[in-house]
């Protein structure tokens, strides 16, 4: 599948969901079971700086950034819809943002050398070009400037609870791996009675391809939140997977 073909399949499926996932995985949140910015800081003090979100969503991160005094934001999205729903949510809020909608991957009318942070919640990791994309927001960042990324940690999709149809073996069911951790090839999930595609990258892809783009590594966190991990009463799978492995990853990286 060409990276054009894999961004129009992503595309139709936000655009005929977006109303879906409205307000889910944005700041505080960095991801599902884990750590927020409230434990991490990573923004720091927010008052007065230029920020732009690849992958805005429904403007929800932007309003967090809005309601700490940001300067000035910009968001990119792929989806008219996200990109209205976000619009709308920031205007009922009395803020605004300069909002593309265009891929991540494109050469973009934004400034360069301009920004204090760019970041993505949960949105880098549908680029088709990795390396590309690093390299861009690398140019749209001053020197010094912060990105911050989250996404799902590698190891959440190369692992699953073992599936048996005997009651016995059920409870004692095991997390195997059901896929390699060096496949990066893309491939196709079932969401919402659609499909989206994706590539599940190594976490060093990640790091070698900050490098590439100029980045210094500041902080990568893989920790589950405290209430996941002390949790005794949650025994769903999703809560006994997070305890034993990392659901999410988030990169804190420095343009030098």
Not at 56 to 82: F, I, M, P, T
Not at 130 to 145: E, H, P, V, W
Request: aromatic share 12%.
């Amino acid at each position: 599948m060409q990276p054009t073909e894999i961004i129009n399949k992503n595309k139709q499926y936000w655009e005929e969901n977006a109303d879906l996932w409205f307000g889910t995985t944005a700041l505080p949140t960095y991801g599902v079971k884990f750590v927020s910015e409230d434990d991490l800081h990573f923004f720091k003090d927010i008052s007065g700086k230029k920020a732009l979100e690849i992958c805005c969503g429904s403007g929800h991160s932007l309003k967090y950034l809005a309601d700490r005094n940001a300067a000035e934001l910009w968001g990119v999205d792929l989806s008219h819809k996200q990109l209205e729903n976000a619009a709308a949510y920031l205007r009922e809020n009395g803020y605004t943002a300069k909002l593309i909608c265009s891929p991540m991957e494109a050469d973009l009318d934004i400034p360069k050398n301009y920004f204090d942070y760019v970041y993505s919640i949960y949105g880098i990791g549908w680029t088709t070009d990795l390396q590309g994309t690093f390299n861009k927001i690398a140019s749209y960042l001053k020197k010094d400037g912060i990105f911050i990324f989250s996404w799902h940690h590698t190891l959440n999709y190369c692992v699953a609870w073992s599936c048996s149809q005997r009651k016995e073996e059920v409870e004692n069911s095991q997390l195997v791996f059901n896929k390699s951790y060096f496949d990066e090839s893309y491939f196709t999930m079932p969401v919402d009675g659609s499909e989206i595609v994706l590539c599940n990258r190594k976490i060093s892809t990640y790091i070698n391809a900050l490098a590439k783009a100029g980045f210094i590594i500041e902080e990568m966190v893989e920790q589950n939140d405290k209430q996941t991990m002390e949790s005794v009463n949650d025994n769903s799978d999703k809560t006994k997977k997070a305890k034993m492995i990392p659901i999410s990853v988030c990169f804190k990286v420095r343009k030098i």
